[in-house]
Structure formats: structure tokens, C-alpha cells
């Protein structure tokens, strides 16, 4: 290990929670270092979110029932109260005013005219507001259905150019610096060269956990890092089981990568129909195409095993005019979207995370944890669509402002973890093959329906799985490997959580307790 570093906020990833968390910070004045893993914007999740951000229009305790509804009743009501009565807040001073994000329908940005409502309706001058599934008004902000990267290149240019603040790509934190309840930084490593970096206070943001399944709407890298290393840290981690699955991904075939196609799509009217050309949602829910995610993605799941494929039809909508930039990745891989888009279920989203309270504060002193890595109980069992960006702004700000509370201080340089590099002799590939494996048995064991013989199977996989890779990180470091141990450990959280809890709500589905989703009657038959 080399020298040292300090600073007062380390944030661990780059998106929206990491950057609104560095923001909070650098605004009381602190020195803030982002480390993220990734080279390129596009290795965080926010880059990648189509639909939106969800705001409060007049009626706030519609929202709160909306969210309360997708979660299957079990959000945690005050954590809905902190989303609600923060988002516009939250939504006009960062994203609208310090960004100049210009959401569509925009007229103060496009004109300079009056400031724009964010309570007003179409029509009135107001934003152009989306609808999602389970969404029961128009209250979405978004640029197209490319809404993520308008937010997240701004806000990273704003950062870089804001004194105190460096965000650091290529450095991806491998272990928590902890020292009696007490957690002190990381030990980064950067540029070929591990040390630790001193912090006051330790802002974990480092998104999802798609790594861990065969298709999944994250991006790369998605490997669960930040609950890994606060797990092992001995933070408390909850509400693992409900893991959200997005029920129109591209379904693709063989090497091809799949893509997000948005909800936004089905929230203007395209409908989804099975092998046998059969529009069958109105027979599994009365909100068809609009019922909760976990919902649509069970019956697409069932649809798909029936009838050997689910095409989302988009004739209902100008397509091309309103989605180009789906149009175009229809087009790269030769789907004329005319004929119908091909779609799957994928993971999409970790309800549970790393417990936090209503500042993102953790069970450990001194560590944060916001976004997708984080567990506030907003969500519940089931998150509604467009309020992931929401939840990470919100937590972000408060946590970074919570972070800085300290008196500015030294950190406490308390002796680091001892990282080893003993043994060279490291396959080359072996986090990558091991990495196949895990997917595999999530795949298999730990879907979108769960059978406790399948969960007791994949525990078991995992499990040897780890003292694998716990020995050889008891003799070598690299990156790879790291992440390796995050994912297993991560996979472990959820395939315990979803074997303790035999109740099915939500994105969590037991088989012992139901019965598989089967196609049900269309209503023609
Ligand atoms: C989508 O655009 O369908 C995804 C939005 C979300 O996950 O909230």
C-alpha cells in the first residue's frame, strides 16, 4: 500500500445519490472526494434511466398512495412522508435552478420566460408530465425517454467544476476502513496503486446489483460493492428478498446486449401480446399494461413459457417520433419495432440495501448509504416507476448535508486493513468464470418465482462459492476479485432473506406459497 490520503466526505460511486451527496457536502463548505469505478458516465445506473423523475404535483397524498400501493402496502409510511414533502424542493433547487436541466415542456427554460410550475397542468404553460405504470396521474419530469443522462452529465460537469470537490474515475473502493462501530474511509485503489483514504464520513453510492443475474437493466459493474463491503463491515442490510425485475427489457438472443424498452412506452398506449398475437394483460390485472411491475413481469414470465414470446405492440403510438432513441436501438438490431418489439423481464432494481435512516445514516458511525446500495423502506416490497432518481436525490442531499456536520477535523487514522498480494498465482479469468456461475444459479434459484428447494440449492452453491473466494483474498487483492466477494456476499443477503421470508408480496413471489403464474384466459376466450 502507498502513503495516504484524507478528506473530509468520501462518496463511493457517481450517481445521482453519490453526486446530490457531494453537492450537499461541498455546499457546507467540505472537501469532498467521489471515487467511482468507472471510466465513463454511462457505468452508472442514473445515465441509464429512460422514463424519469417523479415530482409532487397538487395532490401529495395521491403520490404518497401511489407508492404505497406499488409497494403492496409495506413501504415504510415515513420514509414516503420524507420523499413527498422533499422532491419538489429537491427537484427545482438542484436539478431545474443549479443544473438548468431542461425537462420537456419546459417553457421558462426554452423561452427565459416565468419559472415553470411544477405543480401546473399540460396546457397551462406546465411541464409536459409522463405517466408510468401504477401511476395514477401524469407526474413525471423527463427529456424524451432519455431523462438519466440529462441529469447526470450536468451534474457531473457542475461538480468538476465546483472548488473542493474531486470526482475521481478509476477508483473503486475495495474494503471499509472500521475501527469499533466506527468507519473512518476505504482502502481505494487508483491508477494501479491501493491506499487508504481518511474520511470523516463515508457516503456509500454504488448503485445496483445487476452483475449478479444473466440480464439485468444495469449497466456493467453493477457487482453490489457497496452492501458487500458494509455487510462485511458488520452495517445492517435489509429487505434483500425484493428484488425488482422490469417487465419489457429487449429480449435478446445470443450474444446481443439487451436494452431498457421504457414503461413510458406502454404509459402511451402500447399493449403487450403473447406468441399467439393475444393482448392478455386485461386478464391477469384490471390496470393491464399499467399494473404494478411485478406484476406485468410475472405474467410476461408465464406468456412467454406458454406461448414462446411476448412482442410489446407500439402501434397504438408514433414510436419512432416519440422514442427515437429506442427506435434506434431497435434498428441495431435489425426489429422492426412495426412488427412488434421482442421483450423479457430483467432485474432491474434492489428494493433492500444497506439500512438507512430518514439521512441516509447506517447502523455504523461515520457511514452513509444512498441510492440504489441503500435500503430507506421507500419502497417496500415493490418500487413505483420514476422514483428511483427521486429517492437518490432526495437521501443524497440529506446525507451529504448530515455528513458534514462534524467540526472538520483530522479524520482518525486508524490502522487500515491489511490487503495481501502473496500469491501471484491468480487465473487470469477466475472472477470471470466465477462470475458465470453466479448468474447461473441466481438464474436458476433466485428468479422472479422462488421455490425454498431452489433457495436451500443456490445457499448452498453460494456458500462454498465464498469460501472460494475467501481464501484467495486472504492472499491476493486485485479489483476483480473484490467485486467478486461483494456480489457473492450480496447474493448470499438475498437468497437468505428470500428464504426466511415465506410471504409472498411484491417482487418477492413463493412458490410454496402460491402457485406458478400461468397463462390465464384472454378476455375474448
Ligand atoms: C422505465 O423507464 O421504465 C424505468 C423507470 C424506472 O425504473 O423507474
Known amino acids: 500500500m502507498t502513503g495516504h490520503e484524507t478528506t473530509d466526505v468520501l462518496v463511493v460511486g457517481a450517481g445521482i445519490g453519490g453526486l446530490a451527496a457531494a453537492l450537499a457536502a461541498a455546499r457546507e463548505g467540505r472537501d469532498v472526494l467521489v471515487a467511482t469505478k468507472s471510466t465513463r458516465p454511462e457505468g452508472a445506473s ?18 404518497r398512495r401511489d407508492i404505497v400501493a406499488a409497494s403492496d402496502g409495506t413501504a415504510d409510511l415515513d420514509a414516503v412522508e420524507t420523499l413527498v414533502e422533499n422532491a419538489n424542493e429537491a427537484v427545482s433547487d438542484v436539478l431545474v435552478d443549479t443544473l438548468g436541466v431542461s425537462f420537456d415542456g419546459d417553457a421558462a427554460a426554452s423561452d427565459g420566460s416565468t419559472e415553470t410550475s411544477l405543480t401546473a397542468g399540460d396546457g397551462d404553460g406546465g411541464f409536459d408530465f409522463g405517466r408510468e405504470a401504477a401511476h395514477s396521474e401524469d407526474r413525471i419530469l423527463h427529456v424524451g425517454a432519455a431523462t438519466g443522462k440529462h441529469v447526470h452529465v450536468p451534474f457531473l460537469n457542475h461538480l468538476d467544476d465546483r472548488d473542493g470537490v474531486e470526482i ?26 491501493r491506499a487508504p483514504v481518511y474520511a470523516g464520513a463515508t457516503v456509500l453510492a454504488t448503485g445496483g446489483i445487476g452483475d449478479l443475474f444473466p440480464r439485468s437493466t444495469n449497466p456493467a459493474g453493477a457487482t453490489g460493492d457497496g452492501i458487500g463491503m458494509a455487510a462485511l463491515a458488520g452495517a445492517d442490510v435489509t429487505d434483500m428478498e425484493y428484488v425488482q425485475y422490469h417487465p419489457t427489457a429487449y429480449a435478446a ?29 386485461p386478464a391477469y390485472h384490471e390496470d393491464a399494461e399499467l399494473a404494478p411491475r411485478d406484476v406485468v413481469s410475472r405474467a410476461v414470465a408465464a406468456e412467454r413459457r406458454a406461448t414462446g414470446e411476448v412482442l410489446l405492440d407500439v402501434s397504438p403510438l408514433d414510436f419512432a417520433g416519440e422514442f427515437p432513441g429506442l427506435a ?29 435512516d430518514d439521512r441516509g445514516r447506517t447502523s455504523l458511525d461515520g457511514l452513509y448509504a444512498v441510492g440504489e446500495c441503500a435500503c430507506t423502506g421507500l419502497h417496500g416490497a415493490n418500487r413505483l416507476a420514476s422514483t428511483s432518481l427521486l429517492e437518490g436525490l432526495v437521501w443524497g442531499l440529506r446525507a451529504g448535508a448530515d455528513a458534514s456536520r462534524g467540526d472538520g477535523d483530522d479524520p482518525e487514522r486508524v490502522a487500515p486493513p491489511e490487503l495481501l498480494d502473496r500469491d501471484p498465482a491468480l487465473p487470469d479469468d ?9 448468474r447461473r444459479v441466481t438464474d436458476e434459484c433466485v428468479g422472479i418465482e422462488r421455490d425454498p428447494d431452489e433457495l436451500r440449492r443456490a445457499l448452498g452453491v453460494l456458500r462454498r462459492l465464498k469460501g472460494e473466494v475467501d481464501s484467495y483474498v486472504r492472499t491476493r487483492t486485485s479489483r476483480s476479485l473484490y467485486e467478486l466477494r461483494n456480489a457473492t456476499v450480496t447474493g448470499l443477503l438475498v437468497t437468505r432473506h428470500a428464504l426466511a ?25
Not at 422514463?51 to 401529495?60: E, K, L, P, Q
Not at 475521481?168 to 496503486?193: F, M, Y
Not at 438490431?333 to 428494493?351: K, N, Q, S, W, Y
Open 328 to 356: 434506434e436501438k431497435c434498428a441495431d438490431r435489425g426489429v422492426d419495432p412495426t412488427d412488434g418489439i421482442p421483450v423479457a423481464p430483467a432485474e432491474h432494481f434492489l428494493c433492500g440495501g444497506v439500512a438507512v
Open 168 to 193: 475521481r474515475t478509476d477508483a473503486a473502493a475495495l474494503e471499509l476502513i472500521r475501527h469499533e462501530g466506527r468507519v473512518h474511509g476505504a482502502v481505494v485503489e487508483s491508477g494501479g496503486e
Open 430 to 438: 477466475f472472477a470471470r468464470q466465477k462470475f458465470r456461475r453466479l
Open 46 to 63: 442514473s445515465w441509464w434511466a429512460q422514463g424519469g423523475i417523479a415530482v409532487a404535483r397538487d395532490d401529495r397524498a395521491q403520490f
Open 253 to 281: 438472443d445470443g450474444d446481443e446486449d439487451g436494452f431498457l424498452v421504457s414503461e413510458a412506452v406502454r404509459g402511451e398506449g402500447a399493449v403487450l401480446r403473447n406468441g399467439d398475437g393475444e393482448r392478455f394483460m
Open 501 to 525: 421470508n415465506d410471504e409472498s408480496v411484491g417482487t418477492h413471489y413463493r412458490l410454496d406459497e402460491g402457485e406458478a403464474t400461468e397463462p390465464r384466459p384472454t378476455a375474448d376466450d
